[in-house]
T-cell receptor, first 112, second 114 residues
Framework: GENVEQHPSTLSVQEGDSAVIKCTYS??????FPWYKQELGKRPQLIID?????GEKKDQRIAVTLNKTAKHFSLHITETQPEDSAVYFC???????????FGSGTRLLVRP | NAGVTQTPKFQVLKTGQSMTLQCAQD?????MSWYRQDPGMGLRLIHY???????DQGEVPNGYNVSRSTTEDFPLRLLSAAPSQTSVYFC?????????????FGPGTRLTVL
């Protein structure tokens, strides 16, 4: 089955710097890659997603890139702000099953 | 729309007790799933369903049963609770087919097994 690995497990950056979180997946049939943000004590919420027919997607300060050949995708947050501090999860799924397999998460701390 | 709802929010069980975690959605989503979240281990898929009457196992199904008799509800049953099942449980739902996209999560149930 699908396996998703996520790095780093923790990331500390200065406010205004960029943050990059990387994930790799094992099943080449996966074609949907969302990123979720989870604040302390809250439910995960989707912040951006990408499908395998697209190499990059941006939404304001957040971008995701996908390399299908290497089977890895990354989340980029620019101009980080303290409210970006949270746990971020990558995930992968395929249209044939819809089940979403998550990485182990990255705890991002943005220092004021 | 209430979205995805879960009850209870908190539960304490003794080893060997049984209980059912409730999950409901009002978005007419075909796909529903259950995850458990443990520190440092992310969200692990327990069971999922692509429609009423259809269920399948995820990554960590042992000790849990599910059924899907309606589109709206997807209860998770613990037949004989064990301390290893202490966790936060999330239910999620989404459309399937060409509409497949974001999975929406419920608020979670924090379960402690003593």
């Amino acid at each position: 089955g699908e396996n998703v690995e996520q790095h780093p497990s923790t990331l500390s950056v200065q406010e205004g710097d960029s943050a990059v979180i990387k994930c790799t997946y094992s099943d080449s049939a996966s074609n949907y890659f969302p990123w979720y943000k989870q604040e302390l004590g809250k439910r995960p919420q989707l912040i951006i997603d990408i499908r395998s027919n697209v190499g990059e997607k941006k939404d304001q300060r957040i971008a995701v890139t996908l390399n299908k050949t290497a089977k890895h995708f990354s989340l980029h947050i620019t101009e980080t702000q303290p409210e970006d501090s949270a746990v971020y999860f990558c995930a992968a799924s395929m249209d044939s099953s819809y089940k979403l397999i998550f990485g182990s998460g990255t705890r991002l701390l943005v220092r004021p | 729309n209430a979205g995805v709802t879960q009850t209870p929010k908190f539960q304490v069980l003794k080893t060997g007790q049984s209980m059912t975690l409730q999950c409901a959605q009002d978005m007419n989503h075909e796909y529903m799933s259950w995850y458990r979240q443990d520190p440092g281990m992310g969200l692990r898929l327990i069971h999922y369903s692509v429609g009423a009457g259809i269920t399948d196992q995820g990554e960590v199904p042992n000790g849990y049963n599910v059924s899907r008799s309606t589109t709206e509800d997807f209860p998770l049953r613990l037949l004989s609770a064990a301390p290893s099942q202490t966790s936060v449980y999330f239910c999620a739902s989404s459309h399937t087919g060409e509409s497949y996209n974001e999975q929406f999560f419920g608020p979670g149930t924090r379960l402690t097994v003593l």
